[in-house]
């Protein structure tokens, strides 16, 4: 894949293809995790209605350090070129999609009352200390799922200000995604 200061260049089944940087009627990041790695996408919806998806995943779909650099280079690079275009209406949007986001939040939430709200009740009502391991479990089961609803609330961006959210993040000391 390659910029230049108004093309896009990749190749696709072997086939050199490209495009105009005015011809992108959008540009759509999201994030997802495996486990506690990042990997984020970029959507581009040219207005041919051709659609060009740019992962930082490796090609096993996993997390990649070296690919995580090159993907959060290549985003902030498109972003600050289609910022210096001129004239040209491009949408830039973040997150899932309105129904998924909604789907996910029910899931949060039923997800929430089964693995955090009855063990909670449970230990008060047995005073077994037996279910804060229950309730511990829970916390783990439903903070990743709360992560990556939070992160990819649908909104528009501004193409000067890539959100951090939307760029994948290596694992800090402790395990846990930074940035």
């Known amino acids: 894949m390659t910029l230049t200061d ?3 260049v990749w190749t696709e089944d ?3 293809r490209e495009a105009r940087l005015s011809d ?3 540009v759509h990041l999201q994030t997802g995790n495996v486990g506690e790695n990042t990997i984020a996408s970029c959507r581009l919806n040219f207005r041919t209605g051709e659609t060009l998806l740019i992962a930082s995943n490796d090609g096993r779909g996993l997390q990649d350090d ?9 985003a902030l ?3 600050a070129r289609l910022a210096a275009l001129k004239g040209a209406p491009i949408a830039f949007t973040a997150g899932f999609s309105e129904g998924r986001y909604r789907f996910g939040q ?4 039923i997800a929430g009352l ?18 804060v391991w229950t309730l511990y479990l829970g916390i783990g089961l439903v903070w990743p799922l709360y992560r990556v609803m939070m992160s990819n609330a649908p909104h528009a961006c501004d193409p000067r200000a890539v959100p951090s959210a939307m760029l994948p993040a290596a694992p800090g000391p402790l395990g846990f995604a930074e940035g």
């Open 24 to 26: 992108l009627a959008e």
């Open 106 to 109: 029910a899931v949060m939430v």
């Open 77 to 79: 690079d498109l972003h």
């Open 66 to 74: 070296e690919q995580d650099k090159l993907y959060t280079a290549f």
């Open 6 to 8: 108004d093309q896009i």
């Open 14 to 16: 072997g086939q050199k």
């Open 114 to 131: 089964f693995f955090l709200v009855t063990p909670t009740v449970l230990l008060f009502m047995t005073a077994e200390w037996s279910m």
